[in-house]
């Protein structure tokens, strides 16, 4: 059936998107009770840092390795910050070691040191955990927890301790510690903050390798995923084009399908969208755009400037590349749609009707906007 090959087809290209995303690693240290857990399913969108203890990064390690998606998040169990900070150094040391000549998606590539910011004290060992981790080459960020702050600023307390932090001069980015608030306390009125700036600090210092699996897996900068998914179809368009520099009939445009799921399952992960529900969202909207595996865009290549003039109803380079970006922004708009609960809760059953109806119109208008920019 036209489904059961859409999805096998759509989970092919599915996984080896994931592959290719790779995974951001974070490492976060703190002392106990200063939110950690906060902070991470804050700026991640999830309980991640409730998912479990994760796998032992080596044997016999205290240090945990959680996998969630494109994030993956190492953390200590059963060790103190203050008092067992040579061994979890030791062991950090040792997996670092381990996973240097291993792929990138399987280093560390930046540390959080959280200091909650009422504590009113930065004691000597937390600057020297600091400047250990530094020395294993790994880029550190100080965040300041639990900040209140008001119409006049932050708490003076919290402020007094960011500026002893800073002139200890540690090798941390940006030279000085982020103060914010993760979780908004609906009791006092105070409200979240701080964290986009703790993430943008993040991607300036990840590699550029990971910044993918980091812009899908943080929830706090939705502009960062349009981006992304913008980059993903312009990507996909020009694939298209090159695929159909020599002009190809409809009946060969299968051709064309791997290029278009690839960039529509990438674009899933970018919203975090799981594979079953994506592979619903996926056969919802390319009902009018696919059958049996083949593109029938007969009706629809009627609004692509010089499409109903090809002889022999052929796919050039232009018309495969206007589709296939038209596809994009219209599944753009599907999924993030999908992710503020439009189509349905997740876990609930989809609205299918609504979810091609999305599609659609979306494809038609901007295949209609492609048509006017190049009349």
């Known amino acids: ?22 995974r951001f690693n974070l490492a976060v240290f703190g002392k106990t009770g200063v939110g950690k857990s906060t902070l991470v399913n804050a700026i991640f969108g999830e309980d991640v840092a409730k998912v479990g203890i994760g796998e032992p990064v080596t044997q016999g390690s205290h240090l945990y390795l959680d996998k969630v998606g494109s994030l993956g998040i190492v953390d200590t169990q059963g060790l103190e910050m203050g008092v067992d900070d040579k061994k979890i150094i030791d062991e950090l040391q040792k997996m670092i070691n381990r996973t240097r000549k291993m792929p990138l998606s399987e280093q560390v590539h930046v540390a959080w040191y959280c200091v909650r910011g009422m504590d009113r004290r930065f004691e000597d ?16 960020v100080i965040v300041m927890t639990q900040v209140p702050r008001n119409e006049s600023g932050f ?22 510690p982020f103060l914010t608030y ?42 960062r995923k349009a981006t992304e998914a913008q980059r993903v179809i312009a990507a996909a368009a020009s694939s298209a084009a090159a695929s ?27 919203y975090k969208i799981k594979f079953d529900r ?20 007969t009706g629809l290549l009627k ?34 749609r999908a992710v503020t609960g439009s189509f349905g809760k997740v876990g609930d059953a989809l609205d299918t009707e609504a979810v091609r109806e999305a599609f659609t119109t979306e494809l038609k208008n901007r295949l209609k906007l492609c048509g006017q920019k190049s009349a």
């Open 278 to 297: 994506a592979a619903l969202l996926a056969i919802a909207s390319t009902t009018a755009a696919t059958q049996a595996g083949r593109a029938t865009a």
């Open 1 to 22: 059936m036209a489904n059961d090959w859409l999805k096998d087809s759509f989970r092919h290209e599915y996984d080896q998107q994931s592959e290719a995303m790779g």
């Open 155 to 176: 708490h003076p307390d919290a402020v007094a301790l960011a500026e002893l932090v800073r002139q200890r001069h540690l090798p941390v980015v940006p030279g000085s």
């Open 182 to 223: 993760a979780k908004a306390d609906t009791f006092t009125g105070q409200r979240a903050y701080g964290l986009r700036e703790v993430l943008d600090a993040t991607f300036r210092v990840a590699p550029e390798g990971v910044h993918g699996a980091l812009v899908a897996a943080q929830e706090v900068d939705h502009a």
């Open 125 to 140: 060992t937390e600057a020297e955990f600091v400047r250990a981790l530094d020395e294993l080459g790994l880029p550190v």
């Open 303 to 336: 609004l692509i400037p010089g499409a109903g003039t090809i002889a022999g109803g052929l796919i050039g380079a232009g018309v495969a590349s206007t589709y296939t970006y038209a596809m994009g922004q219209a599944w753009l708009a599907v999924c993030q």
């Open 244 to 270: 159909a520099a020599v002009p190809v009939p409809f009946s060969d445009a299968v051709m064309l399908v791997p290029i278009q799921l690839g960039m529509m399952a990438k674009i899933a992960q970018l």
